[in-house]
DNA sequence: AGTCCTCACCGG
DNA sequence: AACTCCGGTGAGGACT
């Protein structure tokens, strides 16, 4: 009996599968069965299921209440692994691996169509191209050698079978779907907008705040349009370059607190108000499609919904069923503890070999200041801030922490030079558009620019276009190897939760929510928990790091912080 | 009528 | 204190 078979699509509700050794090659015959889901159902020594892609064959048995173990999602290894080659953007679906392999002509990736509200099935399947059994082992075959002459061979088959699970949990969790209650949503607007005016007009609190700023400015102002509230800023003799909020702050002008309430009122109503409640929300569900490595660092985005961006006022309507609770789990500090296990920097490391606040313990061992001076610090660091408090911190942390600052600082030297990056696992840096100066073509570049004496470590002059090349590869091996270790962590929850009522119903960067039964939640805490020290061994290795969460069992969201 | 862009906010 | 990294979203407006 095999642990890994292939699987494909056939005619119908059909199937056709074979078993496969160690080496991706069938050990036997391909079966023909006309039911894919009685298939895999009827195969649950099954360890690894091998398909084209999981948004194709995951919701159907999902809605048949199959749960698979694990999986191999081709597209979304050849994603992987074209980007560890330096070929992202060329088409990564089976039918287009398949050409470049006979060199055929290889077809374009079909366009990805916008997420429908309430759909339960995932949407990253606008047209599916049917790839017979034999084809896809072809391509199979040929995705286990590039693992092998990639950099590090085994963190890319890590990081391959880690996105084939984020798959498996992103399936499960458009499923389950976010416990949402729309009439406790529909008291917070209420309590925020006032009544709405039949017609489908501004509700009443936004329509009032209108009315402030007109009078403010002695004239009739629309602030949503920053056009017009520039404007009106100009005629009463103030210069504004934007209407942003922290630009607005600064003024002294009756005008600037009606406005800024009205931005955060209206973002709310356009954003997260009655008709966003009307779309995505169902049976007491949110349904976001989650699209893991959605983003190029690696990190998931979701298509529709906003799944990621959900204010925290609205977070009052997310409430556990009746006897269930919402364990909420945030990993501390995760992008510092990253940065200590990816360089290996010993001081570093030792800060980040506690659970304590990682920021407080910078501040005490290395600083003179206070905590948020040592965290902005470091994450000036990260990030490739060009200015403000955190640089003058920069050069205590290359002191204290060489490793560290190095290894992001060689980071966006590759970047300025136009050099690819990895995080830990491989996941590869996107090639910088136009890899030249040829943006924008017949126009010449702008003027090369002073470096500024005090940071830059190149010695040549890199122009403003090729540093901000280097700030994103500079934060890309960072954030993107946090992404690694979230994938792991939430391949290591799920396999952890699987005999449980618990579900996985939320996940947000460094953030999870599990839905739960009462009497499950502490060990789901301690699930998650586990999660977060495992995934940090499997993912860097034995190091001091340590990756705590600070967690929460709560009944609604909005009492998790 | 549809597409693309800018703005400004939300989240990490 | 300043606005650096990664995204999604909707509205309005300019364009085809």
């Known amino acids: ?168 949990v992103a399936a499960e969790m458009n499923r389950a779907g976010l416990p949402w209650r ?89 954003a997260h108000g009655w008709s966003w409640l009307k779309d995505w929300v169902r049976d007491g569900r949110f349904r976001p499609e989650y699209l893991p490595g959605g983003t190029v660092s690696g990190r998931w985005t979701t298509n529709g919904g906003g799944a990621l961006q959900i204010p925290k006022v609205i977070r009052r309507a997310v409430v556990a069923d009746e006897g269930w609770r919402l364990v909420v789990a945030d990993a501390d500090q995760m992008e510092p503890r990253v940065l200590a296990a990816i360089s290996r920097d010993r001081g570093l490391m030792e800060i980040s070999g506690h659970d304590g606040d990682l920021y407080s313990a910078l501040s005490d061992r290395a600083f003179s200041g206070d905590r948020d001076h040592a965290k902005l610090a470091l994450l000036g660091a990260i990030y490739g801030q060009t200015s403000g408090d955190g640089l003058k911190n920069l050069a205590m942390l290359r002191r204290r922490f060489p490793l560290a600052v190095a290894y992001v600082d060689d980071a966006a030297r590759a970047g300025e030079e136009g050099r690819l990056v990895r995080t830990w696992l491989g996941r590869t840096s996107p090639r910088a558009v136009g890899s030249g100066d040829d943006e924008e073509a017949g126009i010449p570049q702008e003027s090369e620019e002073l470096p500024s004496p005090d940071t830059e470590f190149t010695p040549g002059y890199a122009s403003s276009n090729a540093r901000a090349r280097g700030r994103f590869t500079r934060n890309f091996v960072v954030q993107g190897s946090a992404a690694d270790w979230a994938l792991l962590m939430l391949a290591a929850l799920r396999q952890a939760t699987a005999g449980m009522r618990a579900e996985l119903v939320f996940f947000q960067h460094d953030e999870v929510i599990v839905h739960c039964p009462a009497e499950e939640a502490e060990e789901v805490a301690k699930a998650i928990r586990a999660a977060g020290e495992l995934a940090g061994r499997i993912a860097f290795g034995e190091t001091p790091v340590r990756f705590p969460f600070t967690t929460a069992v709560v009944q609604c969201y909005a009492d998790a912080k």
């Open 182 to 270: 729309a009439d406790v949503h529909r008291d917070v607007l209420h309590e925020l907008l006032g009544e709405r005016y039949p017609g489908g007009g501004e509700p009443r609190r936004l329509a009032e705040l209108a009315e402030e700023v007109s009078a403010a400015f002695g004239r009739r102002v629309r602030p949503d349009l920053p056009a017009d509230v520039v404007k009106a800023f100009a005629q009463a003799g103030i210069k504004v370059r934007s209407t942003r909020r922290w630009e607005l702050e600064e003024l002294d002008h009756p005008a600037v607190k009606p406005l800024i309430q009205y931005k955060k009122l209206y973002r709310i109503w356009t």
């Open 1 to 168: 009996m095999s642990d890994r078979w292939a699987l494909a699509a056939a005619e119908g509700d059909g199937a056709r599968l074979v078993p496969l050794g160690p080496d991706g090659l069938p050990t036997g015959p391909v079966r023909a069965e006309p039911d894919l889901v009685e298939a895999v159902r009827s195969r649950p020594e099954v360890g690894r299921w091998v398909w084209r892609s999981t948004a194709e064959i995951y919701p159907r048995l999902l809605a048949a209440g199959v749960r698979v173990e694990r999986c191999y999602d081709i597209e979304d290894a050849e994603l992987l692994l074209l980007g560890h080659q330096g070929r992202l953007g060329e088409p990564r679906s089976a039918a287009a691996a398949l050409a470049r392999l006979r060199n055929a002509p290889v077809p374009p990736d079909p366009p990805q169509r916008a997420a429908e509200p309430g759909s339960q099935s995932s949407l990253f399947e606008p047209q599916p191209v049917p790839v017979p059994l034999e084809a896809l082992l072809e391509v199979y075959a040929d995705q286990l050698r590039r693992h092998e002459a990639a950099e590090h061979p085994g963190r890319m088959r890590l990081l391959t079978a880690a996105e084939s699970a984020g798959m498996l």
